[in-house]
Each structure stands twice: as C-alpha cells, then as structure tokens.
C-alpha cells in the first residue's frame, strides 16, 4: 500500500477522526465493531510455520489454517470460546499480576495519552485502559459476581467473534513498550495485558506472520532469517573483511570455541542488514583492541526472542538455547550486543523461566577487573555497560574526531530502558566517542516514546500504522534536528535501527539511525592500525 504524503499524513493525524473507524466514535464504545482493511492490519501466519511449530516439543500453536481477517469467516475452532475462556482462567491462576491489572484500574485516564498509537491513529480504542477494558471486560462478565449479575452494566460483555476480532486488531497496536504504566498510579503494565491477549489469541490459532515466521526459523536454525551456520559465519567474514579494508587490522574472531572465557551474542541483524551491520564491525574493532578471549556461536545466533511477543512458552524454549550452548562451550559468562527485548527477557523474565545458571560465573570484566554483580543470575552483561566500564578506566584509546561528520542524539529503547535501566551508561559512552544532544525531556529515559513497530509490528504491509505510531519519537527527532543540525539518531536496539530507519526516511530524511558500537568503532584508535581519514566512519565503504 502506498504511504500518504507526508503533509497529508501529518494533517490526517491533527484533524482527522479515528484511522481504524474513519468515524467520531458515536455510540458506546463495546457497539462499535472493528473493520478489518487492507493497511490496518498484519498479515496472518502463514499456515505451514504454524504447523512446524506446533509440531515441537514444549510448544502448541494450534489450528493452522489459511484465512484472512478481512473474511467472515475466520475458521475457529468449533469450541473456541470454551478454549478461551479455559485459557483465561488458567492465566489468572497463573499470572498473579493479571488478576490485579484486572482488578485494580480506577479509570483515571492518566495512561489515556500516553501511548504513541492513540496519539498517532486519534482511536479511542488505542488509550491504554481501552484497550486492558478489551480484555478486563469479558474477565469481568465471566469472572466477577458483578459482571455475573449486572453484566453490561457492571462493566461486563460476552465474549463472541466480534470481541475476539477486536481483540487481534489492538493486540497487535500496541508495541508492549510499556510507557503507559509509568503514568499509572497503579502501575498497572497494559504491556503484559496485551501479552495475555495475544497468548489466548493464539489458542485459537489467531496470530500474524511478522512474528511466527521469526519464532520458527529460530527455533529451527538458531535466527530469525534461518540462516545456517556456514552462512552466519560467512557474513560475520565478510565483515572482518570490511574492517581490514578500513583499518589495516584483521580481527580475529572465532566460531564455537570451546573454553573462550566469553560468549558473544546479538541479534543476528547486526550481522545481515545495514545499519546493524556498521554496529557489528565497530563490536569486531572493539574486541580486538582489547584482545577479548571470545567466541560467536553459529548455533545461538539470535539474541533477539520474538517468543516474547508471542507466547511465554515459546520465550522460554528460546531463551533456553542461549544457555545451553554457553553451557556446551564451556565459558565463563556473556556478553550480549545491541538488543532491546533480548534484555526485557534476560532481567525480567530469564530467573524464573531458566534460571539460575549456576554453571556459568558472575561476569567479570578480563580488562578492568570489574565484577558485574547485577548480572549475577543472568550471568550475561550488556555491551553498552561493558563499554562504559572500559572507558571510565581508562582502557580503550579513543579519538572523538573521528565522529566529527555527526551530531547525534540518544533513543532509549523501550525495553533497555524503561525495563532494564540501562539510561546512564549509554550517554557516557556518547560523551567520550561523539558530539550528542538530548531530545525533550518528556520523550527520554522512562518516558522514552517507542519507534512505533516493535514486538513484531515491523511489517511492511502496516507502514501507514508504523508512521503513524513512531509520530511522536520522530517528532522529537524533528525538534533537535532542527534547533542543533542533529543528523543522527543512535540506540542499542536492532528492531530499533530498522524501524527508526524506515521512520527517518519518512518524517525526517536527513536523520540516518546507527547502533552506540558503530560510533565506538569509528572512534577507536587500534594500535598499529593504517586507518586513513574515513569521511564516513565504518560507513566509508
Ligand atoms: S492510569 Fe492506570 S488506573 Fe488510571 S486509567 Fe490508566 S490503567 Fe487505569
Ligand atoms: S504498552 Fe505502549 S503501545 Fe501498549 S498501550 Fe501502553 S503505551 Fe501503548
């Protein structure tokens, strides 16, 4: 679908009645059906990937089939309120900080605001406590006395297709990036809300293709693209290639070292698609200039988990593989590259599914000394933090200039950020390599605006959707490219580098988007190196 204009789009946002309804909402809100159109929603999972996957031990994904959301006819399975409400029971009983988000909203309509796909779509349906009372209100007619007795009027309604196709429209326009819940007194998280939709969604065999297709090529060859071993090594080449070509230097990398002090994970992006790539040499240039004993695994070649967005099960079995080849090669800890959601899985989720990992040790940094206690269960340490730690001792030589073609500023990604409290040692990093503003106070750090496509949403045929929700982040990216010449965007996230990309080249053209490690690599001085003046840093090539 061809994107509108951009002053049209920008108009459409300002003045214009809901995207999803076309309308002024006129009636109650639970009488107003969703229209499925073509750009307003993802595509489903294809039939076959839902097939492999339900076919592997530890995961269900039932009900593969072909069909359209466009259709009447979504080709449920005949018991499929029965499944439901089955589903929703068992995760009330499971899931103790759903039955309090069930419970506990006062309809304050702080959070109401906050969330860049209401500010983007102008759908009421798309406030954050809309879009929990999706769910909270079939919990609240199957669930409470209230709802029990007085139905509708207590808040409650039946659960029927109509609810259900609701439901799969606004789980997937919401990108679980979780600033709603850091305005609700409450702290009520609508991010875990809209993961319990999409759980029970797909018990019913409803879910898209974005995110499936990602869940089962990991499964199967250990990245989302499913590439095999031979080829992620080959690119992983082809880039020490590129930094040889550049500096005079050759990193030296291996490939399932066994008893390599360190395990090197990222997404695998980082090592097939640009910009990601400039932030894969400038890890190659980074770990040669301190002589790191690690290795790359060929088998845990995703950091990145799309089971998150999926199902907890299916988070877990993935989550897993990252441990147990750690654990087969015998190293001492982790590090993990620019990722964002690969970090919300690790700090919030990865003691409870796999943990401990007793057999690994608490990352100690083999430069500095510095014992990473925060990852004592996790066991794996963020680049950025490692980064940080080596410059505030004084081990890495760094020449500033060579970032002098840039003027960035800073995007906290949603699940670094606001999840992991990864805030300061970024812009510590930014402060030694690169020249750097902040964006609005307002847009940054916990209040970070989301780019509008994560959680799998980063799929072509929703790009009107995708401009529309990152609004508000390239809005502040507009602000200080305007008052300070800011020309790029840099953040320690994959889905970030390719969705901010698309996001740039739409409402800001002249903003390019790159990875911290890639402004470390331009600004690194490796000893012996015959690094000529790179009017393009790593992008020189
Ligand atoms: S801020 Fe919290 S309590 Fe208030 S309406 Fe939103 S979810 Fe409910
Ligand atoms: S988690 Fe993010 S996308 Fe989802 S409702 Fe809250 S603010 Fe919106």
């Known amino acids: 679908m061809a994107l509108p204009k951009l002053d049209e789009l920008s108009r459409s946002v300002a003045e214009d009645p809901s995207m999803v309804t076309g309308a002024v909402p006129?009636?109650?809100w639970m009488d107003i059906p969703v229209v499925f159109k073509p750009g307003n929603y993802a595509y489903p999972a294809k039939k076959d990937k839902v097939e492999y996957l339900n076919s592997q031990s530890g995961l269900s994904f039932p009900n593969a089939r072909v069909w359209?959301?466009?259709?009447?006819?979504?080709?449920?399975?005949?018991?499929?309120?029965?499944?439901?409400?089955?589903?929703?029971?068992?995760?009330?009983?499971?899931?103790?900080?759903?039955k309090i988000f069930m419970?506990?909203?006062?309809?304050?309509?702080?959070?109401?605001?906050?969330?860049?796909?209401?500010l983007g779509t102008g759908d009421p349906k798309n406030m954050p406590v809309l879009r929990a009372e999706l769910l909270r209100s079939v919990y609240r007619n199957d669930f409470t006395l209230a709802g029990k007795v007085f139905g509708k009027m207590a808040g409650g309604r039946e659960m029927t297709v109509g609810v259900l196709k609701e439901w799969f429209m606004y789980a997937y326009q919401c990108t679980e990036c979780r600033r709603c819940s850091v305005f609700c007194p409450y702290g009520i998280d609508t991010a875990e809300i809209t993961m319990m939709l999409r759980e029970l969604l797909h018990l019913v065999g409803v879910g898209i293709n974005w995110i499936l297709e990602p869940v089962s090529n990991s499964n199967r060859t250990g990245n989302h693209m499913g590439l095999q071993p031979h080829t992620f090594k080959d690119n992983v080449e082809f880039l020490v290639d590129d930094v040889e070509r550049l500096t005079g230097i050759r990193p030296n990398v291996t490939f399932n070292r066994k008893g390599a002090e360190v395990l090197f994970i990222t997404p695998s992006a980082d090592v097939f698609a640009e910009p990601g790539l400039y932030t894969a040499m400038g890890y190659l240039i980074l770990f040669e200039a301190l002589g790191l004993d690690y290795t790359w695994s060929?088998?845990?070649?995703?950091?990145?988990?799309?089971?998150?967005?999926?199902s907890n099960e299916a988070m877990?079995?993935?989550?897993?593989?990252?441990y147990a080849e750690a654990k087969r090669l015998k190293v001492k800890f982790m590090i993990g590259g620019?990722?964002?959601h690969m970090w919300r899985v690790l700090h919030q989720y990865m003691d409870t599914m796999n943990g401990p990992a007793d057999f690994l040790e608490v990352p100690r940094s083999p430069i500095t000394g510095t014992v990473f206690n925060h990852a004592a269960s996790t066991k794996m340490v963020h680049i950025t933090e490692f980064t940080a730690d080596l410059i505030k001792n004084g081990k890495l030589k760094l020449d500033k200039s060579r970032n002098s073609h840039i003027k960035a500023t800073w995007h906290d990604s949603c699940n670094t950020a606001r999840a992991m409290g990864l805030l300061d040692e970024p812009r510590y990093v930014l402060d030694h390599v690169v020249d750097w503003v902040e964006m609005p106070e307002n847009t940054i750090r916990e209040q970070t605006f989301c780019c509008g496509s994560g959680t799998g949403l980063n799929t072509d045929e929703i790009m009107e959707l995708r401009m529309r929700a990152g609004l508000p982040r390239a809005n502040a990216v507009k602000h200080v490219h305007d008052k300070h010449g800011v020309n790029m965007l840099a953040c320690v996230c994959a889905i970030d580098r390719a969705t901010l990309t698309s996001l740039m080249n739409y409402w800001n053209p002249d903003v390019r988007v790159?990875?911290?490690?890639?402004?470390?690599?331009?600004?690194?001085?490796?000893d012996g190196e015959t690094r000529e003046e790179l009017e393009d840093g790593l992008r020189t090539l």
């Open 26 to 28: 006129t009636s109650d």
């Open 298 to 310: 060929t088998y845990a070649s995703e950091g990145g988990n799309f089971g998150l967005f999926t």
């Open 103 to 118: 419970d506990c909203c006062v309809r304050c309509g702080a959070c109401a605001d906050k969330c860049h796909f209401f």
């Open 514 to 526: 790159c990875g911290l490690s890639e402004l470390v690599g331009n600004a690194i001085v490796l």
């Open 316 to 322: 877990k079995k993935l989550n897993a593989k990252m």
């Open 338 to 340: 620019e990722c964002g």
């Open 68 to 98: 359209s959301p466009e259709e009447d006819d979504w080709k449920l399975p005949e018991n499929w309120k029965e499944i439901i409400f089955n589903g929703l029971k068992e995760r009330l009983g499971k899931f103790r900080s759903l």
